[in-house]
């Protein structure tokens, strides 16, 4: 394939395809392993990637009546935490000049959101409510549907639809045949009265029977849900004024107390290797109660992030209610961080809005507070940008800070929550893939089936071979004493 189109494909995609072993995995996985099948559903999406010029596609090769529109954006989350891509179909127009650049649009979104979340699957919502015979656009929804189908591989967890009026039925019954039988049980027709049971009301808008109160408008471009950045000590609710105010001071004093063991220990190293290896110890002790150890580290241009992707937090029942980021700064120059979320009212961060020594460590203790616990939906931003040695770092020169730095140099991380039922640390060793990907499929379930059956056959061979080995010793070992008698009776008959 390579050899013979080249010429079709975009270089940067056949690199990363040699780089990237969960983008092939991902091929393989919606192919069921069928290897020429997924060769072709390769071929077909890189070509389609070329023809689209999807790595180029940006904010400033669109028209901007296209975002302004508001027929398709990311928002919220389902009740499995994935990612919410909306259609509103009420917005759109059929229109033939106008065709490719909506296509681009999608495929705009979906590069969009496949880089910034790595291929994390997406939820897709067709909100046809006030809808009718104008709205209808087969070939639209066609491209949208082989989107998910041919172009990007194991990005699909279901297709929420909403309130589909009775004339539509048999557009979408056109729609199904454009589906095979496993997108097809994907597809969720709804209503007012069930659409909850996939996305729960806090990221509904009021028509859906939602509280969301979000509003679409552009700019800026509305690619995440991360509100404004937390205060020191984080929102504060009639709830959470109950408590002590020694409480929240030894919490304050013990962060501080962390935080300046950690610089005096950084002046004494002269590695970012060494700095992590002297803290693991000191934190052992001084690591807020119930906080999770990380077990994965991101490692960024500026700043290495640990956890690298999930905050485990614990349920009611285990009253498990903080957990600790540590931020390490690999740069030779001050690094200014904040953190956003998408659940303000929920936690209090300290701290949120700060700045990182070079070659320092800081630790960010993020906890419930009040009545809330953690949900899947609820993530975390955290975002870091180079400063100059002589601009201060206080409040006010943070503040001024970000109003100036360019977009192009922030780096954003995102962490997602996760809510353990139990404290014991064998729960965390689980793999990622045990909450975020999808149900596994019954082909899935025969190829881990087959495999075993595979190792179970290699043993079943060494136990052979060993119990061969065992019968081979013992007989031999009885010709020898049989051999060794004979011998003796030789002897004593002759003597005798």
Same mark, same amino acid.
């Not at 072993?21 to 290897?35: A, G, P, S, T």
């Not at 460590?361 to 009040?370: A, E, R």
């Not at 949900?375 to 040695?389: G, H, N, P, T, V």
């Given at each position: 394939?390579?050899?013979?189109?080249?010429?079709?494909?975009?270089?940067?995609?056949?690199?990363?395809?040699?780089?990237?072993?969960?983008?092939?995995?991902?091929?393989?996985?919606?192919?069921?392993?069928?290897?020429?099948?997924?060769?072709?559903?390769?071929?077909?999406?890189?070509?389609?990637?070329?023809?689209?010029?999807?790595?180029?596609?940006?904010?400033?090769?669109?028209?901007?009546?296209?975002?302004?529109?508001?027929?398709?954006?990311?928002?919220?989350?389902?009740?499995?935490?994935?990612?919410?891509?909306?259609?509103?179909?009420?917005?759109?127009?059929?229109?033939?000049?106008?065709?490719?650049?909506?296509?681009?649009?999608?495929?705009?979104?979906?590069?969009?959101?496949?880089?910034?979340?790595?291929?994390?699957?997406?939820?897709?919502?067709?909100?046809?409510?006030?809808?009718?015979?104008?709205?209808?656009?087969?070939?639209?929804?066609?491209?949208?549907?082989?989107?998910?189908?041919?172009?990007?591989?194991?990005?699909?967890?279901?297709?929420?639809?909403?309130?589909?009026?009775?004339?539509?039925?048999?557009?979408?019954?056109?729609?199904?045949?454009?589906?095979?039988?496993?997108?097809?049980?994907?597809?969720?027709?709804?209503?007012?009265?069930?659409?909850?049971?996939?996305?729960?009301?806090?990221?509904?808008?009021?028509?859906?029977?939602?509280?969301?109160?979000?509003?679409?408008?552009?700019?800026?471009?509305?690619?995440?849900?991360?509100?404004?950045?937390?205060?020191?000590?984080?929102?504060?609710?009639?709830?959470?004024?109950?408590?002590?105010?020694?409480?929240?001071?030894?919490?304050?004093?013990?962060?501080?107390?962390?935080?300046?063991?950690?610089?005096?220990?950084?002046?004494?190293?002269?590695?970012?290797?060494?700095? !992590? +290896?002297?803290?693991?110890?000191? %934190?052992?002790?001084?690591?807020?109660? /119930?906080?999770? *150890?990380?077990?994965?580290? =991101? $490692?960024?241009?500026?700043?290495?992030?640990?956890?690298?992707?999930?905050?485990?937090?614990? !349920? +009611?029942?285990?009253?498990?209610? %903080?957990?600790?980021?540590?931020?390490? /700064?690999?740069? *030779?120059?001050?690094?200014? =961080? $904040?953190?956003?979320?998408?659940?303000?009212?929920?936690?209090?961060?300290?701290?949120?809005? !700060?700045?990182?020594?070079?070659?320092?460590?800081?630790?960010?203790?993020?906890?419930?507070?009040?009545?809330?616990?953690?949900?899947?939906?609820?993530?975390?931003?955290?975002?870091?940008?180079?400063?100059?040695?002589?601009?201060?770092?206080?409040?006010?020169?943070?503040?001024?800070?970000?109003?100036?730095?360019?977009?192009?140099?922030?780096?954003?991380?995102?962490?997602?929550?996760?809510?353990?039922?139990?404290?014991?640390?064998?729960?965390?060793?689980?793999?990622?893939?045990?909450?975020?990907?999808?149900?596994?499929?019954?082909?899935?379930?025969?190829?881990?089936?087959?495999?075993?059956?595979?190792?179970?056959?290699?043993?079943?061979?060494?136990?052979?071979?060993?119990?061969?080995?065992?019968?081979?010793?013992?007989?031999?070992?009885?010709?020898?004493?049989?051999?060794?008698?004979?011998?003796?009776?030789?002897?004593?008959?002759?003597?005798?």
């Amino acid at each position: 394939y390579l050899l013979d189109k080249s010429d079709k494909y975009d270089s940067r995609d056949v690199e990363r395809l040699q780089q990237d072993d969960k983008w092939v995995e991902n091929y393989l996985i919606w192919r069921h392993d069928v290897i020429d099948d997924t060769l072709k559903m390769i071929d077909e999406s890189f070509q389609w990637r070329k023809e689209y010029t999807v790595n180029d596609l940006t904010e400033s090769v669109l028209p901007k009546w296209l975002f302004e529109n508001g027929t398709l954006f990311l928002h919220g989350y389902d009740k499995e935490g994935y990612k919410l891509f909306w259609f509103r179909v009420k917005h759109h127009v059929r229109e033939p000049k106008q065709q490719l650049e909506k296509k681009k649009l999608v495929a705009f979104w979906l590069e969009h959101y496949a880089k910034r979340d790595h291929g994390k699957p997406l939820t897709v919502v067709f909100d046809m409510s006030e809808t009718g015979i104008s709205h209808i656009d087969l070939d639209f929804v066609r491209f949208i549907v082989n989107c998910f189908t041919d172009y990007y591989p194991n990005f699909l967890t279901k297709i929420v639809i909403f309130e589909m009026p009775w004339i539509m039925n048999a557009a979408f019954k056109i729609v199904k045949g454009w589906l095979g039988p496993e997108a097809i049980s994907m597809l969720k027709f709804t209503n007012k009265s069930d659409v909850q049971e996939y996305i729960s009301g806090e990221y509904l808008p009021p028509h859906m029977g939602g509280t969301d109160s979000f509003k679409y408008s552009y700019p800026p471009l509305v690619d995440d849900d991360f509100q404004t950045p937390l205060c020191e000590n984080g929102p504060i609710t009639s709830e959470d004024e109950h408590e002590s105010k020694e409480e929240i001071d030894a919490e304050t004093k013990e962060t501080g107390e962390l935080n300046e063991e950690h610089s005096l220990n950084q002046k004494k190293m002269n590695s970012v290797e060494q700095i !992590s +290896k002297s803290e693991e110890t000191d %934190k052992t002790e001084s690591k807020p109660k /119930n906080a999770k *150890k990380a077990l994965t580290t =991101f $490692k960024g241009p500026l700043l290495h992030i640990s956890p690298a992707e999930e905050l485990y937090f614990g !349920s +009611k029942e285990t009253g498990e209610k %903080k957990c600790l980021i540590v931020l390490t /700064n690999v740069t *030779k120059n001050i690094v200014a =961080f $904040k953190v956003r979320t998408t659940a303000p009212e929920k936690y209090r961060v300290k701290p949120s809005n !700060s700045s990182c020594e070079p070659g320092t460590s800081l630790d960010i203790i993020v906890s419930l507070h009040g009545g809330f616990a953690a949900s899947l939906q609820d993530r975390f931003l955290i975002m870091a940008a180079e400063m100059d040695q002589p601009s201060g770092t206080g409040v006010p020169e943070l503040t001024q800070f970000w109003k100036e730095v360019p977009r192009t140099k922030v780096m954003e991380h995102r962490l997602r929550c996760h809510v353990i039922e139990s404290s014991k640390p064998s729960s965390l060793t689980l793999k990622e893939n045990a909450f975020n990907t999808p149900a596994k499929t019954n082909e899935d379930l025969h190829m881990q089936l087959t495999h075993l059956l595979q190792i179970n056959k290699r043993l079943q061979e060494q136990i052979d071979r060993c119990l061969w080995f065992q019968q081979l010793s013992v007989v031999l070992s009885l010709l020898s004493v049989t051999v060794v008698a004979f011998c003796f009776y030789l002897a004593y008959t002759q003597r005798s």
